[in-house]
């Protein structure tokens, strides 16, 4: 009889499934392990006497992801099925170590112990490392160091680590440079490893900071209650035990911070002490690579709960730690949760790059990143990282400035190319479907199954046509005008100025930054039940932001807090939207709603929309960012 374990996994990404299959080999288990986009299936002889062990090595060291979902097994009469797995050259990746991995970086005995470049072919930052494809290790930086013997034998013998590009020890592996007032010194070996980080630990403590070049780019580390960042800060969580007591999560938020994508979470701060620190709210991070583990195992002794860093930061410290390897990072990715819902608003790392079972004949070029057709399916990732490719047309997002050619050049919007993105995802794009997008304004898409037509285009806002918008709108508004500027002179003169609705918005509920982002957070503060109806008329079928601002000045005016006006206006952009969309899927009989676009991922938004559309359903992306990138995917469709 065979015994069947399936997995929810909804990305195409490898590492889960090859570890899998890695953690077979090595306990001797007779196993199949099938990928598809749905789930991860691993099938295998219930007679097989390794197989009850393999599984519980299954359940003690499998990572977890954000891409993961339930499991299941079942026991099935007959013949155990054997499936091909189709093996697929190696995509470099930008994730945690795994369990396997940091157990070496922690063990005495190992010849990796402290060692900050540890990873394997499952886990690990790969991506800094890499220039160009394929992923061997002469395309790598890595090329400038020979593997020591004991590495060239694991790299023939060791499921995990077969030919794995950037294997390495410390017998062959990248010496690190740490200096500070007393001079210059290199870690080479597992004692001056660990000395580094106690080093290193030790003077955070002391309230100094600390420049660490990490696998994932430059970081700033410093107490954050002694000393303010010039940028924004996270905090890394070093004790998980103190986790509620720092901040506020939820299950799945908590869940997701852990996993081995390690994103970034916005949180609130839970201990008021911490509020000048960080704010009322701040990104959230879990240690996730070599140099922040170690640094985190090293504060965590000397009673450290948590340290902020500053990233992408170059600027002065007490002590820097840096090494000889010009490594290109990605932008660290951002996950927004809501109960089930695992959504990544933002970033490259650990989404990118990434490659679907997809053919196409073309090329599609949008923010920096191309996805290029192969004899595998379609890649995306940067630009840079692709020489050349043979395609029927390029694909440009408009507006995109490229020094690239093609015969047939088609131009494309980031709202079609995102709406289909999620049908493509979910393999529905030749079906009818109402999407949305929501960047600065909503805009709503028809898909017929074949093209793309503006249901409800965006009415451009223009800041200079602002006073004389809102003056126009009814008999009184002139009134409203005069009245807020005398009431509010210095935000008036900022108001007029604003770049996009939402920093209109945010100035007018008089939030100190204004933006999207300070909105957002402004409305996470509000714990009241429910919120203003903000006025969202129509104008020639479009929303009319010239309306909206006017009726957040009139609250204003009411007197009503900056908390309830910032949660207001997402709560009735979410009715908007939903009525929006029941009104086009009526008139137009679409089967399936779709909503992309990053103000997707502010949750009065978001849970407005959800329980609005809680009987019909939604689709978003699974695997990719809602926002920027995903039109790539989207392109190959159009």
Same mark, same amino acid.
């Given at each position: 009889m065979a015994f069947l374990f399936e997995i929810e996994y909804g990305a195409p990404h490898g590492y889960i499934s090859d570890f899998a299959e890695a953690l077979a080999a090595s306990e001797g288990a007779d196993v199949s392990i099938m990928q598809n986009g749905a789930a991860i299936t691993i099938i295998g002889d219930e007679r097989d006497p390794n197989l009850a062990r393999y599984l519980e090595r299954v359940a003690e060291m499998l990572p977890a992801s954000c891409f993961m979902g339930a499991s299941s097994h079942r026991i099935t009469e007959g013949g155990v099925p054997r499936l091909k797995k189709e093996r697929k050259s190696r995509l470099p990746h930008?994730?945690?170590?795994c369990i396997k991995c940091t157990k070496e970086m922690f063990d005495p005995s190992s010849r990796r112990y402290y060692y900050p470049f540890t990873g394997c072919n499952c886990c690990g930052a790969q991506y800094p490392f890499f220039e160009e494809y394929p992923f061997v290790r002469r395309n790598t930086l890595m090329s400038f160091f020979e593997p020591c013997e004991e590495c060239k034998n694991e790299s023939r013998t060791d499921p995990f680590r077969l030919d794995y590009p950037l294997i390495s020890c410390h017998e062959c592996g990248i010496p690190v440079r740490f200096s500070d007032k007393r001079g210059e010194r290199y870690a080479n070996d597992p004692e001056s490893f660990k000395r580094l980080f106690e080093v290193a630990a030790a003077a955070l403590c002391e309230g !100094? !900071? %600390?420049?660490? *070049?990490?696998? $994932?780019?430059?970081?700033? +580390?410093?107490?954050a209650k002694i000393r303010d960042a010039e940028g924004e800060n996270v905090m890394m969580v070093t004790d998980a035990s103190k986790l509620d007591s720092l901040c506020l999560l939820t299950k799945e938020e908590r869940e997701a911070l852990f996993c081995i994508e390690r994103p970034l979470i916005r949180a609130? %701060? #839970?201990?008021?002490?911490? /509020?000048?620190? /960080?704010? !009322? +709210?701040t990104s959230l991070k879990y240690p996730d690579e070599g140099f922040s583990i170690l640094l985190a195992k090293e504060l965590l002794g000397l009673g450290r709960s948590h340290i902020a860093y500053e990233p992408g930061a170059a600027g002065a410290a007490d002590m820097v730690i840096d090494f000889d390897l010009a490594i290109e990072p990605q932008r660290d @990715?951002?996950? +927004? %949760?809501? *109960? @089930?819902?695992?959504? $990544?608003v933002e970033g490259e790392r650990s989404l990118f790059p990434i490659r679907f079972d997809r053919r196409s004949d073309r090329i599609a070029v949008a923010h920096d990143m191309a996805a290029v057709p192969d004899r595998e399916g379609v890649l995306i990732d940067r630009v840079e990282k692709f020489e050349s490719a043979e395609a029927s047309a390029l694909f440009l997002l408009e507006n995109e400035d490229v020094d690239m050619h093609h015969s047939r050049t088609v131009r494309f919007s980031q709202e079609s190319g995102s709406v289909l993105s999620v049908l493509l995802e979910h393999g529905l794009q030749n079906e009818s479907a109402i999407g949305v997008y929501f960047d600065e304004e909503p805009t709503f898409i028809y898909h017929d199954g074949r093209k793309q037509i503006t249901a409800v285009p965006p009415m451009e806002f223009d800041s200079a046509k602002l006073k004389s918008g809102i003056e126009a709108l009814r008999e009184g508004s002139q009134r409203l005008v005069k009245n807020f500027t005398e009431r509010f002179p210095e935000i008036s003169e900022t108001l007029f100025e604003s770049a996009d609705i939402f920093e209109a918005a945010a100035v007018i509920a008089g939030l100190p930054e204004p933006g999207f982002k300070s909105l957002c957070e402004e409305s996470l503060k509000f714990g009241g039940r429910g919120g203003l109806k903000i006025d969202m008329r129509l104008k020639d @079928?479009?929303?009319?932001? /010239?309306?909206?601002? #006017?009726?957040?000045? @009139?609250?204003?005016?009411?007197?009503?807090?900056?908390?309830?006006?910032?949660?207001s206006i997402f709560e009735s952009f979410g009715d908007y939207i939903s009525e929006t969309v029941g009104e086009l899927k009526s008139r137009s009989k679409a089967k399936h709603t779709v909503l992309c676009g990053k103000a997707f991922g502010n949750r009065p938004l978001f849970g407005r929309v959800r329980k609005n559309l809680a009987r019909e359903g939604f689709l978003m992306n699974r695997a990719l960012p809602i926002d920027r990138e995903n039109a790539l995917f989207g392109a190959l469709a159009l």
């Open positions: 930008s994730i945690a170590p !100094k !900071k %600390v420049r660490i *070049k990490t696998l $994932f780019g430059d970081r700033i +580390f410093y107490d609130a %701060v #839970a201990d008021e002490s911490l /509020y000048g620190a /960080y704010g !009322k +709210f @990715s951002r996950l +927004f %949760v809501d *109960k @089930s819902a695992r959504l $990544f @079928s479009r929303f009319d932001p /010239y309306a909206f601002l #006017a009726g957040l000045m @009139s609250y204003r005016l009411g007197g009503a807090e900056s908390e309830l006006l910032a949660y």
